[in-house]
């Protein structure tokens, strides 16, 4: 039986549709207000800045809100944008398995989401009582799809992996790291369309 179980949080526990309406819509938005720009033009400048970020740059703390209100320049405050994504989560059904896997495992967060945004979505959830809550970007100074960041998972729980499972919704960073320090990973289906994951929680 397993002892330990750690859970992504978005596309996991709650849909990312929040984060998707304010990275995709309400930042280029603020940025053509600010900057005087078109709305495409705006939405050009921003996802190339994220790509970078994230493919190029390799910085790992890319979820913040305050680092891109500071990198873009923007007008409006980070905790407005943390407030509209928090009030936009919306937790999958299954979330109150949790309640009966609490009995007999040991449940960690386990996110790339920062802590503060990460806590803002916690409230909107069901179930928050996990045993720990880990944030990468601000807990490790790193990212879930590096190799660093599971074995520093790992040591802090200092147990042995196999006693250790994640279940996550995107392979890189949820699965093939995870099990590239001896975890047993699982990749569920954010929308329950096609992975098993979802209706065996």
Known sequence: ?????????????IRDGGDK?????????AYAQKH??????AKQTVYAAFYRARAIENIDN???????VDRLDL??????????????????????????????HTLTLFTNSERDLMEAKLKRMPFNNFYQTISAPTDYNSNKRNTA?????????????????????????????????GLTAYLIDGDG????????L
């Open 75 to 104: 007008t409006d405050e980070a905790g407005g944008f943390i407030d509209q994504i928090a009030n936009l989560a919306t937790p999958y059904d299954d979330i109150t398995h949790l309640h009966r896997l609490n009995q007999d």
């Open 21 to 29: 309406t304010v990275w995709n819509e309400a930042i280029p938005q």
């Open 149 to 181: 960041a599971w074995q520093q998972y790992i040591d802090d729980r200092n147990a042995s992996p196999h006693h250790n499972s994640h279940i996550g919704a995107r392979p890189l960073g949820h699965v093939t790291r995870p099990k590239s320090v």
């Open 193 to 200: 369309e096609t992975g098993d994951a979802r209706t065996s």
């Open 62 to 68: 890319f979820t913040s809100i305050p680092y891109w």
């Open 36 to 41: 005087g720009v078109s709305e495409h033009e």
């Open 1 to 13: 039986m397993t002892s330990h179980l750690s859970f992504d949080l978005d596309g996991t526990l």
